[in-house]
Structures are given as structure tokens and as C-alpha cells.
């Protein structure tokens, strides 16, 4: 599934901090979450690029996203 206000946000020139928590927003509130897994995982190698404190908050947010889809399998 493709996601254009995701789109949008991956073609701008440069990530910053609140792009990147609107882009991970955007795809919390995205109900099929097997079709977001890709987007989260750009958000995340995109948030470990930007050097600051509050962005680790951001990159925790996206591992324990990936740690509720993997228990909702089983």
C-alpha cells in the first residue's frame, strides 16, 4: 500500500525531527499495519541519521512498534 502523505514526506531534501515523528503519526493511525512495516522501518534508519536527544525517543517508539506487530502473529 502506498501511503502519499508518506511519499510526500520521504521526498523532501532533508529529514527533520518533526517530519519524521509526523511520518510515524501518519502510519500509527494506518489500520493494515503489514502494509506500514516498510515505512517504519525508513523512519527509523531516517531518525538514526539526525544526532540529537530527543529523536532516541522516536527510534524506541519504532522498535517497540515492531515488537507489537510481532506478538499480534503469534
Known sequence: MNIPVIEKIKRLPKHSEESLRDAFSVLMSV?????????????????????????????KQTYFYAGSTALTIF
Do not use: T
Not at 31 to 42: G, P, T
Not at 46 to 53: G, M, V
Open 31 to 59: 489500520e493494515d499495519r503489514k502494509s506500514v512495516d516498510h515505512y517504519v522501518k525508513w523512519v527509523r534508519a531516517e531518525a538514526k541519521q539526525i544526532r540529537s536527544a530527543d529523536i532516541y525517543e522516536l527510534i
